[in-house]
């Protein structure tokens, strides 16, 4: 048995974070029921992001209504109870210090992350923006049904200034692009994550490669035409089950302290446009599109069809090495990369 149902949910956060984790929970057990082994939520589906916002900047200035929206924007996101720097695998293992009285560090959110893939079965890998020390990332967290956390994600390098992201987000650490492995029902899985943009830089995708991926996860918010083709390449370079789960919500989904300017006007004036029109996909490892992309629905439009499911077979990753390897049989001596804190060789499975 080498295949397994895999699923992307076009997701939106919902105005907190306990009701964004209600949502999640019900997602994941219809995606249960519909027998998913592996499901994919959208980037900073826990903790949100806020399209639109400014926080309160311009070139050389930044203003007091701005340090409102991030308070807002920091009290929601998650604390995982990692530090600033990351601790790796003391945090996985959870050999952290933890604060007397108290059972587990952080907020509970990757407790409850683990108990629901533990009820459900399910491998969940999870967007979350979430807090260390006074600082924000943009993290995906890989949920594992009976293991619990196997790593996290930091974004390596939020988007560029154009996007805001870097106003407000920190950038991660290259070791958290360390892939991990896992087994699910039998079949062997060796995942990572590029973190939206991140899968426009062609050095972070052939770290990826290079460890031998054979489930590529894209969490984003990108709702442009161009990000397909984007994802069957990824998946044609790598040949790797591509998964890539996109936020899509209106204007009037978005949390009110983000679309409110200083002023007391509103970013859109039409409530019922699409903020994010969403895009999510599943590819093959030969390029081959297997859903999607779906368009202007969600979680609470309509849940059934933001949950879109395929079962692949994961051997045909192994089948589609025969005439492309980029980390072997089609690499040469003379090219090579290297990333400072990242051991590239395949993790032991």
């Not at 949100?48 to 209504?65: D, I, K, L």
């Not at 079965?121 to 979430?130: K, Q």
């Not at 978005?254 to 509103?266: I, Y």
Request: glycine share 10%; charged share 20%.
């Amino acid at each position: 048995m080498t295949k397994l149902k895999v699923a992307v949910s076009q997701s939106h956060s919902r105005q907190t974070l306990a009701n964004t984790l209600i949502a999640l929970k019900r997602t994941a057990l219809t995606a249960a029921s519909r027998g998913v082994n592996i499901l994919l939520f959208p980037e900073a589906y826990l903790g949100g992001y806020p399209r639109t916002a400014t926080f309160g900047t311009r070139f050389g200035f930044r203003e007091a209504h701005g340090r409102e929206q991030f308070l807002h924007y920091f009290n929601g996101a998650v604390d995982l109870g990692d530090t600033p720097a990351g601790a790796g695998d003391d945090w996985v293992d959870k050999k952290l210090p933890v604060a007397k009285g108290k059972q587990y560090r952080g907020d509970g959110t990757r407790e409850t992350l683990e108990k629901i893939a533990n009820e459900t079965g399910i491998l969940m890998i999870v967007g979350v923006i979430e807090r260390a020390g006074g600082s924000l990332y943009c993290s995906a967290l890989y949920v594992d049904p009976t293991r619990g956390v196997l790593g996290k994600r930091r974004k390596v390098m939020p988007t560029q200034w154009t996007g805001s992201e870097r106003l407000v987000w920190a950038q991660g650490s290259p070791s958290t692009l360390k892939a991990v492995t896992t087994e699910i029902n039998g079949v062997k899985l060796t995942l990572a994550a590029a973190i939206c943009w991140e899968n426009y830089m062609p050095l972070l995708r052939q770290s990826l490669y290079s460890q031998n991926v054979n489930l590529y996860l894209a969490p984003t918010v990108d709702s442009r035409e161009t990000w397909l083709p984007l994802m069957r390449t990824i998946a044609l370079e790598g040949r790797a089950v591509v998964l890539s789960a996109s936020q899509c919500g209106r204007y009037k989904e978005l949390p009110g302290w983000a679309t409110q300017a200083p002023e007391g006007d509103k970013v859109n004036s039409d409530p019922d446009a699409w903020a994010s029109g969403g895009g999510s996909c599943i590819i093959g490892p030969l390029g081959e599109v297997l859903a999607g992309p779906i368009w202007d629905v969600n979680d609470n439009s309509d849940p059934d069809s933001a949950l879109q499911i395929v079962e692949v077979d994961f051997e045909d990753c192994l089948r589609g090495r025969l005439d492309l390897d980029l980390a072997g049989s089609y690499s040469r001596n003379e090219f090579s990369l290297k990333v400072e804190g990242l051991d590239l060789n395949p993790p032991p499975i």
